[in-house]
C-alpha cells in the first residue's frame, strides 16, 4: 500500500527559484517539481503554513513563472529542505508544468 499523496508527475531536476516573503528573497534550487508543486532539499526550510510568492523559468523556457506558494512539507526540522505548493498556479502554467514533467520522464 502506498501513502503516496502527489498527484501529478514529478520531474527530478534542479531549478532556480526566487522566493520572497516578508523578510525579503532567497534562491533556492529544486530537487523535483510538478504541476502542484516543488521541492527544496537543502533550503534552510521557513514554517509550515508560510505563504511565500516564487518565480522560475523551465529549462528551454524563457517566461517566468509566477505564483504563490505555501509551505507544506519540512521533513526536518533542524536540517535543510521544504515542500510548497502551488497556491495560485494558472492553468496555462500548470499544463507547461505538467507537459514539462512528462517530457522529462519520457526523456530519461
Known amino acids: 500500500m502506498s501513502f503516496e499523496r502527489r498527484q501529478a508527475l514529478r520531474a527530478n531536476v534542479v531549478i532556480a527559484v526566487e522566493v520572497r516573503d516578508a523578510r525579503g528573497f532567497s534562491l533556492h534550487s529544486t530537487r523535483d517539481v510538478s504541476s502542484g508543486g516543488l521541492y527544496f532539499d537543502r533550503a534552510i526550510p521557513h514554517q509550515v503554513g508560510a505563504r511565500v510568492q516564487l ?36 492553468p496555462g502554467d500548470a499544463a507547461l508544468l505538467e507537459a514539462f514533467a512528462r517530457e522529462f520522464l519520457e526523456g530519461v
Do not use: H, W
Open 55 to 90: 518565480a522560475f523559468t523551465l529549462p528551454g523556457d524563457q517566461k517566468a513563472i509566477r505564483c504563490d506558494g505555501e509551505v507544506v512539507n519540512v521533513p526536518d526540522k533542524r536540517g535543510y529542505g521544504m515542500g510548497i505548493r502551488f497556491l495560485d498556479l494558472s
